[in-house]
């Protein structure tokens, strides 16, 4: 009878090893495995300190984030409208999710000097 527990134990031990496996979904085709954005899908931004832009999307969205509101600050003005604003020297990163949550964006940040004002 022993042994017969030692072989329902191990089996049992396979079952719950393989389920995670089995029941695990393949990434789409062409997407990232790990679910992150790509390097190359990361896009750049440039301001000047004190200086703000405009961004229009070309899709709607719900949600933006800075990772560091000390470089920049910025204003949802429409679901495809976004005001950047550069406060001081630094980088920081922009990321945008749609309606129904996924992020569909995300922005390096670079703020540099306003070197103008040097010549005054």
């Not at 949802?76 to 020297?89: D, F």
Request: charged residues 20%.
């Amino acid at each position: 009878m022993k042994q017969r527990d030692v072989i329902v134990t191990v089996g049992l031990l396979l079952g719950f090893c393989a389920a995670p496996v089995i029941y695990a979904e393949e990434p789409a085709a062409g997407a990232p495995a790990s679910g992150a954005m790509e390097q190359r899908d990361i896009q750049r931004l440039e301001l000047t300190s004190g200086k703000s832009k405009v961004l229009d999307l070309p899709v709607a969205i719900k949600r933006a984030s800075l990772a560091n509101p000390e470089v920049a600050d910025t204003v949802v003005l429409s679901p495809t409208q976004i005001y950047l604003t550069g406060k001081t020297t630094g980088v920081t990163n922009l990321t945008l999710w749609n309606e129904s949550g996924k992020m569909i964006s995300m922005y390096d940040v670079v703020i540099a000097p306003d070197l103008s004002r040097l010549k005054e």
